[in-house]
Structures are given as C-alpha cells and as structure tokens.
C-alpha cells in the first residue's frame, strides 16, 4: 500500500473509533474533507471494504423528538476478525451482490435494488442467471416487495441494524402472534356468519317443501 493511501487508511479508521467504531459515513466524508479530496476519501472507503477492514450498514439516522427514526443513511464501522473472516467467505456472486447494493446511496432507499436490475449488473459481470435466481447473503441481504409503480416488485436491500436487535426480533413476533390472533378471529366470525347463512337456508327451503302448491311463502 503507497504511504498515501497507509495515511488515508489510519485517518478513516482513527475517526471510526472516535465515534466508539459507529458513524455515519457522510460524516466521516465530512471530517476527512479537509485533509483529503472528496474522490479519494471515496476510493479510499471503498478499499477498506474490499480489503474487509471496515463495513458499511444501513440504520436509522441519530435525532431526537419528531425526527428519531426518521430515515435510514449508510453507517460504517471496523470489522471484527469473526464478521470480515464470514464475509471473505462469501461466494463471489454473493460478495458482487453486496458490493452492489453498498453503491446504493439515493436517500429514500439506501443498501435497496430492484432484483430485476440487480440481477441485470451482476450479468454484466459475467454471473449466469442460475447464479443469481435465488441469491440471498444470510444476516445481511434479503427480499422484499414495494408497490410503487403501482404492481408488487421485488426488491434487494441490505438488512437494516436495527431489524437484527433481540428487541425488535421479539417485538415482530409479538406483533406476528397478535396478527395471528387476529385473522384466526376473524375465520371464527366468518364460520358463524356462514354457518348461520346455511342455517337459514336450510329452514327457507323446508318452508317452501311444506308450502301448498301456488302458495308462495
């Protein structure tokens, strides 16, 4: 590594641990402008992720009051020996794929690409369509679906941190229980109100046997 880039690669890291190895990562831009330009400090974070030194996670941004949790921004930090030995382990498609989806930076949707074109740039890339038919990176990507043109479309998005907390694990299948209690709730009334039609239809059609003939009830 050139004495340049050695430098680079102490501030970037330096300024990750400042902020107790969690920051946002305009921030880090914003802090390291001063000694580096803006393409270098990009070329050089994105070194560091390929050299898996550091990692780059999607979460909600800090704030307070109405604006807590009020949208989601790219975050990085240094890699652990565990995470970085897991992520060079990775199948190469699965390593494109997440590299892919770390170039994602449009505000409203940060680490998300629809599948359709996700799979089209790993084409380019030379991954065959059996490569990429059921891709997924385990506790780091999933699918999900969005309905902005109107019709479901499949989306890739790198699991936000906040998703992977045993907190909010708990939370989702408390809330999945409710649903649950919910919809069965709901078949329960739909079987009485069904069986009470048929009921109904039962007496109506046994009036009509025992009605006289030209008689109409």
């Not at 380019?124 to 369509?129: F, L, N, Q």
């Not at 649950?180 to 739909?190: N, P, R, V």
């Not at 009485?192 to 025992?210: C, H, L, S, W």
């Amino acid at each position: 590594m050139r004495k340049e880039d050695a430098e680079l690669r102490k501030s970037l890291l330096d300024t990750i641990m400042a902020m107790k190895n969690s920051i946002p990562k305009e921030l880090v831009k914003k802090q390291l402008e001063s000694r580096y330009p803006p393409d270098v400090i990009v070329r050089g974070i994105t070194e560091a992720i390929s050299d898996y030194v550091i990692d780059q996670f999607v979460d909600y941004a800090p704030g307070e009051g109405e604006f807590a949790h009020s949208e989601l921004i790219w975050y990085l930090r240094i890699l652990d020996k565990e995470d970085s030995q897991n992520l060079q382990a990775l199948k190469p498609v699965a390593t494109a794929l997440l590299r892919l989806l770390y170039e994602q930076e449009t505000p409203e949707h940060p680490g998300e690409m629809r599948v359709e074109d996700a799979r089209a740039k790993l084409a380019e890339k030379g991954y065959a369509k059996s490569e990429t038919k059921y891709l997924s990176v385990k506790d780091r990507v999933d699918t999900f679906c969005r309905l902005d043109t109107g019709r479901p479309e499949e989306w890739f998005r790198v699991i936000p941190e906040y998703k992977k907390s045993a907190e909010y694990k708990a939370a989702k299948e408390e809330s999945d229980r409710e649903l649950e209690d919910i919809i069965a709730f709901q078949m329960k009334i739909l079987d009485i109100e069904e069986e009470e039609m048929d009921k109904r239809a039962r007496v109506r059609a046994k009036k009509k046997q025992k009605a006289p003939s030209g008689q109409s009830l």
